[in-house]
């Protein structure tokens, strides 16, 4: 038997997985952690409004959400002060990565990002045949000017670029952004991932402009409004662009509750800003129990700081798995140098105690 | 400005809908329909034990699903007393069905379907320029012999088949769907869509044969379980080429509360065997009203049910129109001579109290 003739690219492809889940850690300690800080999510959670809208709809998941996503775009529209049809609504960022990788790029086609950013990026490109062509990050942030340099060497289709970043929670100021989009070379498009913006200072957007074919903006329920397991995210750029997503994304692919709950999450703004004091707090208080431990954090301009345990990737890792045996779960970045951190969720007061008291032991376990 | 460098394949699709939703149609309206018979949704909706489950669960949306789907994939695994390594959860058959395809479809591969089938299917097919081969329905029944001969001829890297059918409703027996199964061309892959089998007769689904390469088997809380909104599907296949959905898939693209919600479903079999109950009531009740105004229906072995019209395409096109006019949803079959249908779920009592009294005023009008 044959059996399934796959495409030659899809048979070239590893079966891989972007990130490990905290539950299949869990289900190899046999215990569940003491503290859920290394997956990105927003450990202070959905609004309550959101929750109680979610459970009022809940007896009516019978029914499939609406493929257009027309009330939670014209909310957005309303919210960001542009037309609806510059608003595509779909299963996360990733899933929207995906459709937009799917669109542009082919087998051989080049595509641009900073070395050890978002992986599941990386993994699109590759799902699609594409060409990863890499730049430093300089120091802890990404290099707008490399990036755009690289792109125009290379031809690139699409060049990746978050604000704030991820993994190592910096940003760069609205006029440097601005600056990127500016420079985009024709028939490249700019993916601007703002999946944190919410959490950065103010000035760390440059204001939306529909009108240009050259940047596709990137937005989250998963971050700042902690509903990262309802899969809502949207893309902002011009009408053309948003109207080729028709062409391949999953229209029957929105779950009927998250629709519900992202539009009360946008409707409850005075619950955003609790949260980004929480957050802020929570920041600031990482940087002290770094700072006792006689570390430094980098400054972060979202809901996780990357704490730099001052030496290599290896004793970041001896660290890390000292603490994920203490039940905290955290992670850290994938490559040298950003690999001498550990990087943690802004946690609630009582996660941040358990790592205050990790945290010494896990380094003394390191060290010794 | 050359704009977006979409890829060849891409810039040729349509931006298309596969289906407009009635939420779509309740806004051209300007109200909300009185019955909601036409989304092949589950109107008896879930167990008030995937409620209590979700609402539970809704706080802690802030995190991210498990990408493994671990727990859920275990009990599947026990349900159908197959391997956990032979199961893929995913977001609904659709994106599942979208992987597939990707998965084996380069432009020009050829694919197998029915005239009128599931027009999703279709759009994932056009969407990696598969190229669609069509064999006519045979009665109001798909045609196996005819979809293993046009495969062969063809050579055809993927053959469409559901049983129970969609927009149909009937199914064939088991013994003929073995027979389909053991007739796969070498190198093809039989996607054999079971969305609806929990509504059909005992002896509708061949044993389940994870060894068996040449055929993927899916199968969907959407329908019998009454979960449509949360987006859960899974296909059950040899392990080679459930591992290969690895390869592509969103790994964090499901719904955290949509997995709680299913994994309760599963385990509440007492409440779908009372929802097959109220389906089966519901199917007589549509069966006698079309008799009452001298129609026939279909036989289903679905949770909705397929009525003759009596007349072509056009006619029936006009019944359809005078029900929405009256608040009535349904749907009817794309193409000829299926198309003499309209096409409506097995709705509640007070669903098809509207849908009685409609009916003789549709058909009026439709004659008139």
């Given at each position: 038997?044959?059996?399934?003739?796959?495409?030659?690219?899809?048979?070239?492809?590893?079966?891989?997985?972007?990130?490990?889940?905290p539950?299949?850690?869990?289900?190899?300690?046999?215990?569940?952690?003491?503290?859920?800080?290394?997956?990105?999510?927003?450990?202070?959670g959905?609004?309550?409004?959101?929750?109680?809208?979610?459970?009022?709809?809940?007896?009516?998941?019978?029914?499939?959400?609406?493929?257009?996503?027309?009330?939670?775009?014209?909310?957005?529209?309303?919210?960001?002060?542009?037309?609806?049809?510059?608003?595509?609504?779909?299963?996360?960022?990733?899933?929207?990565?995906?459709?937009?990788?799917?669109m542009?790029?082919?087998?051989?086609?080049?595509?641009?990002?900073?070395?050890?950013?978002?992986?599941?990026?990386?993994?699109?490109?590759?799902?699609?045949?594409?060409?990863?062509?890499?730049?430093?990050?300089?120091?802890?942030?990404?290099?707008?000017?490399?990036?755009?340099?690289?792109?125009?060497e290379?031809?690139?289709?699409?060049?990746?670029?978050?604000?704030?970043?991820?993994?190592?929670?910096?940003?760069?100021?609205?006029?440097?952004?601005?600056?990127?989009?500016?420079?985009?070379?024709?028939?490249?498009?700019?993916?601007?991932?703002?999946?944190?913006?919410?959490?950065?200072?103010?000035?760390?957007?440059?204001?939306?402009?529909?009108?240009?074919?050259?940047?596709?903006?990137?937005?989250?329920?998963?971050?700042?409004?902690?509903?990262?397991?309802?899969?809502?995210?949207?893309?902002?750029?011009?009408?053309?662009?948003?109207?080729?997503?028709?062409?391949?994304?999953?229209?029957?692919?929105?779950?009927?509750?998250?629709?519900?709950?992202?539009?009360?999450?946008?409707?409850?703004?005075?619950?955003?800003q609790?949260?980004?004091?929480?957050?802020?707090?929570?920041?600031?208080?990482?940087?002290?129990?770094?700072?006792?431990?006689?570390l430094?954090?980098?400054?972060?301009?979202?809901?996780f700081?990357?704490?730099?345990?001052?030496?290599?990737?290896?004793?970041?890792?001896?660290?890390?798995?000292?603490?994920?045996?203490?039940?905290?779960f955290?992670?850290?970045?994938?490559?040298?140098?950003?690999?001498?951190?550990?990087?943690?969720?802004?946690?609630?007061?009582?996660?941040?105690?358990?790592?205050a008291?990790?945290?010494?032991?896990?380094?003394?376990?390191?060290?010794?």
């Amino acid at each position: 038997m044959t059996g399934p003739r796959y495409t030659p690219l899809v048979a070239s492809l590893p079966a891989t997985v972007p990130f490990v889940g905290p539950e299949t850690q869990e289900r190899a300690r046999g215990e569940p952690f003491a503290a859920r800080l290394g997956a990105n999510e927003n450990v202070f959670g959905p609004s309550p409004r959101v929750v109680g809208a979610m459970k009022r709809a809940t007896p009516d998941i019978w029914q499939y959400g609406d493929p257009e996503n027309h009330d939670l775009k014209q909310a957005l529209a309303a919210h960001h002060e542009i037309p609806a049809e510059n608003i595509v609504v779909g299963e996360g960022i990733d899933a929207l990565l995906g459709y937009l990788v799917r669109m542009l790029v082919e087998p051989g086609d080049k595509v641009v990002t900073s070395f050890g950013a978002y992986p599941t990026f990386n993994f699109h490109v590759a799902g699609f045949g594409g060409e990863l062509v890499t730049v430093p990050y300089m120091g802890d942030h990404e290099d707008p000017v490399a990036l755009i340099e690289a792109a125009i060497e290379c031809d690139a289709k699409l060049i990746y670029l978050a604000n704030p970043d991820n993994p190592m929670g910096t940003c760069h100021p609205d006029n440097v952004i601005q600056a990127v989009i500016n420079a985009v070379p024709d028939g490249t498009v700019l993916v601007l991932d703002e999946a944190y913006l919410e959490f950065a200072p103010d000035g760390t957007a440059p204001d939306l402009d529909v009108t240009n074919t050259s940047v596709i903006r990137f937005r989250t329920f998963s971050k700042a409004y902690g509903m990262a397991g309802a899969r809502v995210g949207y893309g902002i750029a011009e009408a053309g662009l948003i109207d080729s997503f028709n062409k391949v994304r999953n229209h029957f692919g929105m779950n009927r509750l998250s629709q519900i709950g992202a539009l009360e999450a946008l409707a409850d703004q005075r619950y955003l800003q609790q949260t980004l004091e929480n957050v802020a707090a929570a920041r600031d208080r990482i940087g002290i129990i770094a700072e006792e431990n006689g570390l430094s954090v980098v400054p972060s301009a979202t809901n996780f700081v990357a704490i730099d345990c001052g030496q290599g990737g290896v004793f970041a890792k001896k660290v890390l798995d000292a603490l994920i045996a203490r039940g905290i779960f955290v992670r850290m970045p994938f490559v040298s140098p950003q690999d001498r951190c550990i990087r943690l969720s802004a946690g609630t007061t009582e996660d941040l105690d358990k790592f205050a008291e990790a945290l010494p032991k896990a380094l003394a376990e390191a060290q010794g």
